[in-house]
Structures are given as C-alpha cells and as structure tokens.
C-alpha cells in the first residue's frame, strides 16, 4: 500500500546538492521534492556490520541529511568479508568511528551522528526519538525485538533485513499502517535452534543485496513513493536467484506492547536446560590443556568432541578431538556411541552449542560429562594464538 511521505521537504537544494543529485532530480517521482524529503531526514542504522556497511554507504550517497550510525563493536578481521565500510586499516578501531569516516567520504553533505555504544532498555528510546526511521541490521534476537518495541512504543516505522548463508529477508514493520515484527515472529525461536552468521556463515555479497534493498524501502518511505513492503515479507534466494514474498498480517490477538522487556530472557542466549546443565560442569581451556597434556602421559583418558561444522573444524581445531556436529546429537544418533567407562568434554566455537550438547548427553545418563567455556575461540586466544580464529 502507498503511504504519505514521511519526512516534510527541506527549504531549497543548494547549487552543490543539485550537481550531486541531478540523477535523482530528474527522476519524476523523487525531484526536487523528494529529495528536499531526503536533505530532511533523520534515519538510524542499527549496526555497522554486513547489513549496515552497504545501507550506510547507499543512504549517504543518497543525500539522506543525518544519518545516525550505533554500534559498540570494533573491526575484527573477518568483517572486511562483506562489510565493506570497514578496511583493513580499520582493524581493531571502534565500528562506528570507521563507518562514519567512510560516510564523510562518500558524501562530506550529510551529517553524521556517532553512538558508539551498546543499544539497551535505558539508552534505546532516547536514541530513537530523534530520528524519523530506523534501520535495523542487527543479527540477534533479543536487540531485533528491543527494536520493534521500542519503534512501536515510539510509533515509528523501521525497515528490518536478515541473512543467512545464501537467503536474505528485508520487511518494513510500522504498527500505525501494519504489522510489526512480533506478527511475524511472535515468539523467539529455542536458544541454539537457529545459528547465527558467526556460527553458519554468510556470502558476503548477500550483504550488499539485501542491504540495497533496505536502503530503497527507506527511500520510498521518506519520499512517499511506490509501495513498501509494510504487510509483505520478501525472501531472496542467491542460489535460486529468486524473489518471493508472503503476507505478513498483523495479528488481531496479540497482547498490546506497552512497555520494554527483559530481552536477554526473553529470547535466552542458551536454552535453561543447559544453563543447568553447564553450572559445575564447564572447564577452561588452560584446563583442557592440561588435561590434554596428562593424556598424552597416559595418566588419564577422556573423549575430546568437537560439536562444530565439519568446515568449521577445517578451519581450526583443539588437537586430539574428534567431530561430531551438535545435530547429530539433537537427531539421537551420537549419544549412543559416547564412551560409557570415560569422561567427555564437548567445545564447539564459543560455548553455547556444547553447553546445549552437554544439557542432551547429561539428561541421557553421562553425568560426568563437561564443556569448554569460551570454545575454541578462547583455545586460539589462549593457548594457540598461532593458529586462524574465525
């Protein structure tokens, strides 16, 4: 459905805007009014990641007045894979520091807003209401939620987008004309069933796709044209080089939103079985070390489990492991050929998909079975820093 502009128009273009924006201005349905609409609007970015880079960067050349960018992370080498706002001379820099110079050199016009900290129930309003739509490119449960509430509670719309391996995802929620993201997701998946990129991997140029199209679906809501996706959830395959969409309506019994939450437990980083599972029974990696030293000597035996991707373990790996992907516990077939007269201790990447495994072996009778806190992501860290993180 159509929906009136957003945004009022700014005064006047300047002489220097007009040069930069003629192949807007003489598009019929933007010209000078809409992109006074532009010059005009506040839009925050929620993350300056693989979503982000690309919708930062498009926004800005876009002539989108002020552009707001939060993100508390820094640059780590495996970003620069697709987030491509970021160089290599950003390594180890705060995210929206470095986004925000890229911004300034792709468009010295707009103005940029740095909140250079972590978005949560005390900050989120605040930073929200000065804005006139939001973007959200986070990748986690409990901050995509703690967005739609806070858009809703505030009544503002905001574009959301997802990615996944080769499968993207992009919808507008604005609860005054449509659905919001709880209609389309009323409830969180299990902690552990859905994997994010860290753990499944993403094409890198997925980004760039489906950030694009977040950029577009901002830009016919600032300026009033064509027909977002409120009420329309669109899919895109990279493989299939398909399009779809499904009706997203919203749902008439759902219980009103009226005030922020406690997302963390709402969504649950790790499912309470193991939480349970994991009190008393989680080692470090200086104590796998060791343990791995003593079964070198032959004064102890124990089995080592790695619950990652078969790819993953080619990446790296804690020597003397064996690989055994955490779904083939889920399916059943892997607890039967665990060891019944030694211990096992299970590491997947940073903690969560053995704490998960270890609350299944746990409830099937191997009591003495434990974890590794921190995965072989704190193994790299610690013990062999001379090998690949991911």
Request: proline fraction near 6%; glycine fraction near 8%.
């Amino acid at each position: 459905m159509s929906l009136p502009p957003l945004v009022e128009p700014a005064a006047e273009l300047t002489v220097e805007e007009v040069r930069r924006y003629s192949r807007h201005l003489i598009i019929p349905e933007v010209g000078m009014t809409g992109q006074k609409r532009l010059k005009n609007a506040k839009i925050l970015v929620v993350g300056a990641g693989g979503l982000g880079s690309p919708a930062l960067l498009y926004l800005a050349a876009a002539g989108v007045g002020t552009l707001g960018i939060i993100d508390f992370d820094v640059v780590d080498e495996s970003n620069l894979q697709r987030q491509v706002i970021h160089g290599q001379s950003d390594i180890g820099r705060s995210k929206a520091e470095s986004a925000r110079d890229s911004v300034r050199e792709i468009n010295p016009l707009v103005e940029v807003v740095l909140h250079d900290t972590r978005l949560d129930n005390d900050n989120v309003l605040d930073i929200f209401s000065g804005y006139d739509l939001i973007l959200d490119g986070t990748d986690n449960f409990a901050t995509r939620y703690m967005v739609n509430d806070a858009a809703v509670l505030l009544g503002k719309p905001y574009v959301w987008g997802s990615i996944y391996r080769f499968e993207g995802q992009v919808s507008v929620f604005w609860d005054q004309y449509g659905p919001n993201y709880r209609d389309l997701y009323p409830e969180p998946p299990p902690p552990g069933m859905v994997p994010s990129c860290a753990e499944g991997g993403v094409l890198g140029v997925l980004c760039a796709s489906v950030g694009s199209i977040m950029v577009t679906e901002a830009i016919k809501l600032v300026t009033g044209i064509g027909e977002p996706l409120v009420g329309r959830l669109m899919i895109y395959d990279a493989l299939e080089m398909t399009y779809r969409q499904v009706k997203v309506r919203k749902d008439p019994n759902a219980a009103p939103i009226e005030k922020l939450i406690d997302y963390d437990a709402f969504c649950g980083v790790i499912s309470e079985a193991a939480a349970e599972a994991a009190v008393d029974s989680t080692i470090s990696v200086r104590t796998l070390a060791d343990m791995l030293a003593a079964r070198e000597r032959g004064e102890t035996d124990f089995l080592l489990v790695d619950v990652r991707e078969p790819n993953e373990y080619e990446i790296v790996n804690v020597p003397g492991s064996v690989l055994v992907p955490k779904n083939d516990f889920i399916m059943g077939r892997a607890l039967q050929d665990l060891p019944q007269d030694k211990p096992t201790v299970f590491y997947c990447k940073s903690g969560q998909r053995s704490a998960e495994v270890l609350a299944l072996a746990k409830g099937a009778g191997f009591s003495d079975a434990v974890h590794v806190g921190g995965g072989v992501v704190a193994w790299v860290d610690q013990i062999e820093p001379e090998k690949p993180s991911y």
